[in-house]
């Protein structure tokens, strides 16, 4: 579904000026057909219309990132027969959760149309403070994930401050906060610089768990499958209600089969090994939960109306500095949390956490799933495309023994040809007049 937001009440209102100022003009008019409805209406060749329509205009939405991710799993496979094996695979879900986590945060920070640079390091000191208090000072391991998450939220709160309440510049502040909190991890860790984790902990459990039982793994695919329709067929029974475009019944089913076909095939991938990760469950619950706050609250609307315009949100009465401290501090909770699945991944919390191409790779994953860097466009489910393809990458590789450095740049390629697809995209856009 779209994440861009029209008027056709000011279009309409628009049209009703100009018939009172050129009655003989407005009696000669060909009225204007919503496309939707020309979809409805024309059947199989509506749909090739409207997709040829969108591609005019660069409305690619999730398919340059859906056919990379399919070519890549093919070159990967042809390379090793082991990459679309059920053990790597489950690894695949396992490691990209972390990233994809923190990637959720970032998305909405890019929805603004800004950036958050210290999320890494937000990250490091989510699972250094976990660490110190649970295992260094004995705390109850729930208090310790608690405290972490909040210091997570705080910290966001503490740059969108300076960002929405003094006028800094975002990329400034998180920039300092990447340093600061750096050397704050650093001086929370002590001179030992790691501490182990208990493996059979709650941190620890987070990415080596598993829910074993096949039923959990085709039981939470049918769940999936059934809150899909059932959301989209009372949706499209509201906006039929209602007088406006709505998807046929025949487009829902089709559409609940393509996602019954991809649930039910990670279902049973995942059975193949050791079951269902409960890491993936949680992501998976974390995507549906933030995608409902983004496209169905109030809130969620007033990200998208920032993103837009920022001068037009504040005269339409939204509180500007309140949603950007709020996004903020979203960045940073999501921040922690991926700290957290990085500390149970490695069963501790060490000096390096945070560093190296993590920041790179959560920020890649947010703009190669499909969001924008200029902000207004995008969805949460974008991290999750966009950390498959990166973590597909890094595995794909690294069964094929190329180094570290080879993969860098690599990553770096894919990165710029995203960007230069959102640029061109945008521009295609404009010249429609879509954006």
Known sequence: MSTEHHAPDQHHGTEAVADLA????????????????????????????????KM?????????????????????????????????????????????????????????????????????????????????HGVNEWLAI????????????????????????????????????SGFMLQVLGSNGTINLDSEGVVGKLTTYYFSDVAAAYGLAFAAVAVYFASAFLDSRRRTAAGVPSR????????????????FGAAAVFNQYKGLPLAVLLFLLVLVGTDFLLRRTAFGRKIFALGGSVEASRRAGINVAAIRIAVFSIAGTFAAVGGLFWAS???????????????????????????????????????????????????????????????????????????????????????????
């Open 22 to 53: 050129n009655p003989a003009a407005a009696a000669d008019a060909i009225p204007v057909v919503d496309p939707r409805l020309l979809v409805r209406e024309q059947g199989l060749a509506g749909y090739v219309n409207e997709f040829k329509r």
């Open 345 to 435: 991944k490695i069963a501790a919390a060490n000096q390096s956490a945070g560093a190296g191409d993590l920041l790179m790779n959560v920020i890649a994953a947010a703009v190669i799933g499909g969001t924008s860097l200029f902000g207004g466009r995008g969805r949460t489910w974008n991290a999750l495309l966009g950390v498959m393809v990166i973590t597909s990458i890094q595995y794909g590789l690294a069964l094929q023994g190329i180094a570290t450095p080879i993969q860098y740049m690599i990553t770096g390629a894919v990165l710029l040809a995203t960007v230069v697809i959102d640029s061109v995209t945008r521009k295609t856009q404009k010249t429609a007049g879509r954006a």
């Open 248 to 263: 046929p019944v025949g487009e829902i089913v089709l559409r609940t089969a393509l996602l019954a076909v991809v649930a």
């Open 56 to 136: 005019r205009a660069g409305d690619l939405g999730s398919l340059p990132v859906v056919i990379g991710l399919v070519v890549i799993c093919a070159i990967f496979q042809s390379l090793n027969s082991n990459f679309l094996s059920a053990e790597n695979l489950n690894n695949i879900g396992v490691t990209m959760v972390a990233t994809g986590m923190m990637a959720v945060g970032i998305i909405f920070v890019l929805l603004l149309g800004e950036i958050d640079l210290s999320v890494g390091s937000v990250s490091g000191v989510s699972g250094a403070i976990v660490a110190v208090l649970a295992v260094t």
């Open 146 to 181: 608690l405290v972490a998450l909040a210091s997570g939220a705080a910290i966001g709160a503490l740059h969108g401050f300076f960002f929405a309440k003094i006028g800094a510049p975002a990329f400034a502040v998180t920039l300092s906060g990447l340093l600061f909190w």
